[in-house]
């Protein structure tokens, strides 16, 4: 849990350098590259919102049930989305097995098809006279 000093700090530090760090880099001067950048950038900016911020090592395979949790799908799906090819897993067993990549990738793809499906859906209310 953050607080409220914490949300202050990393509030003032964005407001300091202009809302947007282009950034990082060490006491020494090394610029951190631009990858981490993107990682810290997004962990000020939610600090400074009060939003609960988390940084884990992910292992490298998943579990069917941590896989459908991070993709906020049911476990049965998951297995539905296996049969059918649209992402990879190996038997471990008698268990299923997914690779953490696959699975952000996924996951990825799936925000970009919400965010899309959002925008056909205001165009269609845009299309559609008003009364």
Do not use: C
Request: a negative charge; glycine letters at 6%.
């Amino acid at each position: 849990m953050l607080t409220d000093e914490e949300k202050d700090h990393a509030a003032r530090f964005l407001e300091a350098v202009g809302g947007d760090p282009a950034e990082f880099a060490t006491s020494t001067g090394q610029q951190v590259p631009g990858p981490l950048n993107k990682i810290i950038r997004t962990v000020l900016y939610a600090i400074a919102e009060g939003r609960p911020v988390a940084v884990s090592a992910m292992p490298d395979q998943l579990t069917t049930t941590n896989a459908a949790s991070l993709l906020g799908v049911s476990r049965p799906t998951l297995m539905k989305w296996v049969r059918e090819g649209r992402i990879d897993a190996v038997k471990v067993g008698s268990h299923h097995r997914l690779s953490s990549g696959d699975v952000l990738s996924l996951r990825e793809q799936l925000k970009a098809e919400q965010r899309s499906a959002v925008f056909e859906l205001l165009a269609m209310e845009e299309s559609i006279p008003a009364e």
